[in-house]
């Protein structure tokens, strides 16, 4: 395997995670890449060109080129307008590719619907395997859809069918989304490969409480109670309000030295009413205790984690949860949903809390469970520093590797 056609159509791995669509998917692919590139495989990634003064190629790593392809107004194209773009985009790349002697690419590796269906039809000119990660199903979400959310389209749904079909290898995040895609895609379970996301350890690790809260402007004596990611329906950082509220009228003691920081940006379905968690934020009687940060880098992230008492993750439904697992590199306890990956993600009761369902009171138990148990707290610290260690790019990378070893061998059977 020398190198690798990446395709992530709708948003680059270069993007701010947290705000519009970048969110844990842009980490993983370009952290993926990066350790590809490590061990050896060129990675060539394709996305859209959102910017007329992007650079056409851009050398993230050694080894790892972005490649901006322009398909359709730079601007205000929404997630639901790419499919109109999939012909142009499809046509550059192969574009990029004949440039080439027969035979550049070993393999392509499809990130999210979209790029599946521009990934299937490279797959058939080039004579290579197409194996695709999901990250997001139609079908998974609408099952469980956010209150206020709205359904996705037939459209994807069509369009996720047909990549599960084409695909010669579909990677899973977890041993459940192997599951949805089997039962909810009818896919063929032997080709279907588990292989876990993983965490920069370099990056997140455990590091001085104190010390973040210093440089972040928080009190240190402050209880911290933390949301990271994209403000949309899905994520639920509303459930997190609406569970501080109850915690402090349980107990108003707690306020005096309450911090709910919401780190990210509006995405999705959010985008339509920027301002409404901070409007709920203010009809709670919270707003006091809520701080809202734009998305931050990585690094500055870390630092986040690293001061919170514990870290909220309330989302309807994660294929995986990366925010989780890189608060637990850091130390910090978890509490979230038991839904999709978080199951994987979050050890409970071991590395955090999961929490059956989206009742305040429930997550008021859970949170105020934490809050009012240090040995808890640093019970669950510890645990979650080893359970993070389980999830490292580099065994990610190695998988993957076999995986597209895997796939070769099925398209010449």
């Given at each position: 395997?020398?190198?690798?056609?990446?395709?992530?159509?709708?948003?680059?791995?270069?993007?701010?995670?947290?705000?519009?669509?970048?969110g844990?998917?842009?980490?993983?692919?370009?952290?993926?890449?990066?350790?590809?590139?490590?061990q050896?495989?060129?990675?060539?990634?394709?996305?859209?060109?959102?910017?007329s003064?992007?650079?056409?190629?851009?050398?993230?790593?050694?080894?790892?080129?972005?490649?901006?392809?322009p398909?359709?107004?730079?601007?205000?194209?929404?997630?639901?307008?790419?499919?109109?773009?999939?012909?142009?985009?499809?046509?550059?790349?192969?574009?990029?590719?004949?440039?080439?002697?027969?035979?550049?690419?070993d393999?392509?590796?499809?990130?999210?619907?979209?790029?599946?269906?521009?990934?299937?039809?490279?797959?058939?000119?080039?004579?290579?395997?197409?194996?695709?990660?999901?990250?997001?199903?139609?079908?998974?979400?609408?099952?469980?859809?956010?209150?206020?959310?709205?359904?996705?389209?037939?459209?994807?749904?069509?369009?996720?069918?047909?990549v599960?079909?084409?695909?010669?290898?579909?990677?899973?995040?977890?041993?459940?989304?192997?599951?949805q895609?089997?039962n909810?895609?009818?896919?063929?379970?032997?080709?279907?490969e588990?292989?876990?996301?993983?965490?920069?350890?370099?990056?997140?690790?455990?590091?001085?409480?104190?010390?973040?809260?210093?440089?972040?402007?928080?009190?240190?004596?402050?209880?911290?109670?933390l949301?990271?990611?994209?403000?949309?329906?899905?994520?639920?950082?509303?459930?997190?309000l609406?569970?501080?509220?109850?915690?402090?009228?349980?107990?108003?003691?707690?306020?005096?030295?309450?911090?709910?920081?919401?780190?990210?940006?509006?995405?999705?379905?959010?985008?339509e009413?920027?301002?409404?968690?901070?409007?709920?934020?203010?009809?709670?009687?919270?707003?006091?205790?809520?701080?809202?940060?734009?998305?931050?880098?990585?690094?500055?992230?870390?630092?986040?984690?690293?001061?919170?008492?514990?870290?909220?993750?309330?989302?309807?439904?994660?294929?995986?949860?990366?925010?989780?697992?890189?608060?637990?590199?850091?130390?910090?306890?978890?509490?979230?949903?038991?839904?999709?990956?978080?199951?994987?993600?979050?050890?409970?009761?071991?590395?955090?809390?999961?929490?059956?369902?989206?009742?305040?009171?429930?997550?008021?138990?859970?949170?105020?469970?934490?809050?009012?148990?240090?040995a808890?707290?640093?019970?669950?610290?510890?645990?979650?520093?080893?359970?993070?260690?389980?999830?490292?790019?580099?065994?990610?990378?190695?998988?993957?590797?076999?995986?597209?070893?895997?796939?070769?061998?099925?398209?010449?059977a």
């Amino acid at each position: 395997m020398k190198r690798v056609a990446m395709i992530s159509l709708h948003t680059s791995p270069l993007d701010q995670p947290g705000t519009g669509d970048a969110g844990g998917m842009n980490v993983y692919v370009l952290e993926l890449a990066r350790r590809l590139g490590q061990q050896g495989v060129a990675v060539d990634i394709f996305t859209r060109a959102t910017s007329s003064q992007q650079a056409q190629i851009v050398e993230a790593f050694e080894g790892v080129s972005v490649r901006h392809i322009p398909a359709g107004p730079y601007e205000g194209l929404t997630k639901t307008e790419l499919p109109g773009q999939l012909c142009t985009f499809a046509r550059e790349v192969l574009r990029a590719e004949a440039a080439h002697p027969v035979g550049h690419y070993d393999a392509v590796h499809s990130h999210y619907w979209l790029s599946g269906q521009v990934g299937a039809l490279a797959r058939d000119r080039w004579g290579v395997p197409l194996v695709h990660s999901m990250h997001t199903m139609a079908k998974v979400k609408n099952d469980a859809l956010a209150e206020g959310d709205c359904p996705e389209p037939s459209a994807r749904v069509i369009g996720e069918e047909q990549v599960v079909a084409a695909a010669d290898v579909l990677i899973a995040n977890t041993d459940l989304e192997a599951k949805q895609l089997i039962n909810f895609y009818d896919a063929d379970p032997g080709r279907v490969e588990v292989v876990h996301p993983g965490v920069d350890l370099d990056v997140f690790a455990p590091t001085s409480t104190a010390a973040a809260r210093a440089a972040l402007g928080l009190p240190a004596d402050a209880t911290v109670l933390l949301f990271a990611g994209r403000i949309q329906p899905l994520k639920a950082p509303d459930v997190l309000l609406r569970a501080v509220q109850v915690l402090l009228a349980r107990d108003p003691s707690l306020r005096h030295r309450l911090v709910v920081p919401i780190v990210g940006g509006p995405s999705g379905s959010g985008l339509e009413h920027p301002e409404s968690l901070a409007d709920l934020a203010r009809a709670l009687g919270i707003a006091d205790v809520v701080r809202f940060v734009p998305p931050v880098s990585q690094a500055m992230l870390g630092q986040w984690y690293a001061a919170a008492t514990l870290v909220a993750v309330p989302s309807y439904n994660e294929s995986f949860g990366l925010v989780a697992v890189e608060a637990q590199a850091c130390g910090t306890p978890v509490v979230a949903a038991a839904v999709g990956g978080l199951t994987t993600a979050v050890r409970d009761g071991r590395s955090g809390l999961l929490v059956d369902g989206h009742r305040s009171e429930q997550w008021a138990d859970a949170l105020g469970r934490i809050v009012r148990d240090p040995a808890l707290r640093e019970s669950l610290a510890l645990g979650a520093l080893m359970h993070a260690r389980e999830f490292t790019w580099e065994a990610t990378a190695r998988h993957t590797l076999e995986t597209y070893e895997r796939a070769r061998e099925l398209v010449r059977a």
